[in-house]
């Protein structure tokens, strides 16, 4: 069983939906991170969360630190928001641990 | 937060050659980490890269292989040695912004194809 559980692995959407992507942690950590992956491999930090609740634009990120769970929602979709979405849990040891990742693909 | 600049974008080799990634922070770090994401699949941590000593490599992952230079606290460079198809994947460095700081910065990443 991995370490950071990710749910779905492929997600698709139409415009304007609301979307939700899960994100399972089975260690101890120090933050958790959702990065935002475009298809020529570069990534994008969304949030960094220890506890509550950000949100950004459209992004709001929720963590559950007694469940070990967290979630990324997109409200109001968009064709550019078509990525993949990994979350990562930071240790307190500098590392980073990713999950798989979710494929979401929006259609207009 | 730093700015990274990752270079080469991409590049496609022949096998039994040898590849060498550079990435560039716009501030000083201590800390720089390499990462490979294969075909599919998660990142994986190859190294940490330290600026004065040795990189530490995960298990799994040599030096040999994979040689890392850490001449200064703002660049660092990754070979990707003797290179076979199964080497073919996205090669990332990131950089912790603040020791402690749990946030980190990411290259754009080097899409690599070996033929």
């Known amino acids: 069983k991995n370490e950071v559980e990710q749910s779905p692995q492929n997600l698709t959407a139409q415009e304007g939906e609301f979307i939700t992507i899960n994100c399972s942690y089975s260690?101890?950590?120090?933050?958790l991170h959702w990065l935002q992956q475009h298809p020529g491999g570069g990534i994008v930090s969304l949030f960094m969360l220890s506890s509550g609740k950000k949100k950004h634009g459209r992004l709001i990120a929720t963590i559950n630190i007694q469940e070990k769970h967290s979630s990324l929602h997109i409200t109001a979709s968009h064709p550019r928001d078509s990525a993949v979405y990994i979350c990562?849990?930071?240790?307190?040891?500098?590392?980073?641990?990713f999950g798989t990742g979710t494929r979401l693909q929006v259609f207009p | 937060s730093a700015v990274i600049s990752q270079k080469p974008s991409r590049d496609i080799c022949q096998r039994g050659t040898s590849l060498t990634i550079q990435c560039q922070v716009d501030s000083q770090v201590t800390m720089m980490f390499w990462y490979r994401q294969q075909p599919g699949q998660s990142l994986t941590l190859i190294a940490t890269a330290n600026q004065g000593s040795e990189a530490t490599y995960e298990s799994g992952f040599v030096i040999d292989k994979f040689p890392i230079s850490r001449p200064n606290l703002t660049f660092s460079t990754l070979t990707v040695s003797n290179m076979s198809p199964e080497d073919s994947s996205i090669y990332l460095c990131s950089v912790e912004l603040a020791r402690g700081s749990y946030g980190y910065t990411f290259g754009s990443g080097t899409r690599l194809t070996v033929v």
């Open positions: 260690v101890g950590i120090s933050a």
């Open positions: 990562a849990a930071a240790l307190n040891t500098d590392k980073l641990i």
